[in-house]
């Protein structure tokens, strides 16, 4: 996620160690991985949450698109008078 490697870790622990002291140390990594827990909770949350209302427009964008779309029968009566009409020119000329 941050893209934090082996010796980036190593040099926040060994800083950790000399400003908090080994006494509690121990303390602040438990809160610290309490609270990246939650921030990957409060993420999943967010991520599920935009996933729902995607689908949920995709669901209602489908059930629009047969409103929109023309009446094939209107369709075929089209084509047929078109196929009459280059019968009669056919016919005429």
Request: negative net charge; glycine residues 6%.
């Amino acid at each position: 996620m941050f893209d934090i490697g082996f010796w980036e870790i190593l040099l926040i622990a060994l800083v950790a160690l000399i400003v908090v002291g080994p006494e509690r140390l121990p303390r602040l990594i438990r809160v610290t991985g309490l609270w990246i827990g939650r921030a990957q909770a409060s993420l999943q949350s967010i991520r599920n949450e935009i996933s729902k209302e995607l689908r949920a427009q995709e669901l209602q964008d489908a059930l629009r698109k047969p409103d929109n779309m023309p009446d094939m029968n209107e369709e075929i009566r089209l084509d047929d008078k078109q196929q009459e009409q280059s019968q009669d020119k056919k016919q005429d000329g």
